[in-house]
């Protein structure tokens, strides 16, 4: 699958959330210990079930957000929120700022999402006019490592500090990226467009 793809995928998951079926584990209850959170921020299934019917596993990285209790009404479990950026919390590496008031823990870096750049040989390039910021996701950047991670792979456009000079780019020549299916699929379709084929990308090729 061709990096915009994966691009494009990411940005739909991210505003899509994780979608919960109301059915599925969250009825029955009768009391708050009926209740458990299950899975975590980050995959799916991540919310409030009956501890006697849970959903069959998590998996995949929907990015949604887990609450951090349940509780029992109207003989339905649901999930307790706080805002992240409370007097005690922050937003932990992977976890999305969705608030102008949010913020990173101590070390991490805001990503904004989606992310519509391309790095080519330590340069970054736009596919068109910078995307309009949904969100921000909090990564780890700064550390001196190009890191791989579970929900993110830093590369030069969201962690030049750690990235450039280290052959972490999408790809490491223009050339390369001319010979590439991003280009030859999708890109050099788009730089068709009147409002992107003046875009510093279009004319690389």
């Given at each position: 699958?061709?990096?915009?793809?994966?691009?494009?995928?990411?940005?739909?998951?991210?505003?899509?959330?994780?979608?919960?079926?109301?059915?599925?584990?969250?009825?029955?209850?009768?009391?708050?210990?009926?209740?458990v959170?299950?899975?975590?921020?980050?995959?799916?299934?991540?919310?409030?079930?009956?501890?006697?019917?849970?959903?069959?596993?998590?998996?995949?990285?929907?990015?949604?957000?887990?609450?951090?209790?349940?509780?029992?009404?109207?003989?339905?479990?649901?999930?307790?929120?706080?805002?992240?950026?409370?007097?005690?919390?922050?937003?932990?590496?992977?976890?999305?700022?969705?608030?102008?008031?949010?913020?990173?823990?101590?070390?991490?870096?805001?990503?904004?999402?989606?992310?519509?750049?391309?790095?080519?040989?330590?340069?970054?390039?736009?596919?068109?006019?910078?995307?309009?910021?949904?969100?921000?996701?909090?990564?780890?950047?700064?550390?001196?490592?190009?890191?791989?991670?579970?929900?993110?792979?830093?590369?030069?456009?969201?962690?030049?500090?750690?990235?450039?000079?280290?052959n972490?780019?999408?790809?490491?020549?223009?050339?390369?990226?001319?010979?590439?299916?991003?280009w030859?699929?999708?890109?050099?379709?788009?730089?068709?467009?009147?409002?992107?084929?003046d875009?510093?990308?279009?004319?690389?090729?």
């Amino acid at each position: 699958m061709n990096k915009l793809i994966i691009i494009a995928l990411l940005s739909l998951v991210l505003l899509n959330g994780c979608k919960i079926s109301e059915s599925e584990g969250s009825k029955d209850c009768d009391d708050d210990d009926d209740c458990v959170v299950f899975g975590e921020t980050g995959e799916c299934n991540c919310g409030c079930y009956n501890k006697d019917n849970l959903p069959s596993g998590s998996g995949g990285k929907c990015f949604c957000s887990a609450p951090i209790d349940c509780k029992c009404v109207n003989n339905k479990c649901e999930g307790i929120f706080e805002e992240i950026n409370s007097f005690e919390e922050c937003a932990k590496n992977g976890e999305l700022l969705r608030e102008p008031d949010e913020y990173c823990c101590e070390g991490l870096k805001e990503w904004p999402i989606p992310d519509t750049r391309f790095s080519i040989a330590d340069i970054c390039y736009e596919v068109g006019q910078p995307s309009k910021v949904q969100m921000g996701m909090c990564i780890k950047c700064g550390d001196g490592v190009c890191g791989k991670h579970s929900m993110y792979d830093e590369n030069p456009c969201n962690c030049p500090e750690d990235c450039k000079g280290k052959n972490k780019s999408m790809f490491q020549s223009i050339e390369e990226f001319c010979q590439s299916n991003d280009w030859k699929i999708s890109i050099s379709r788009a730089c068709e467009e009147e409002a992107i084929k003046d875009s510093l990308i279009c004319k690389l090729c």
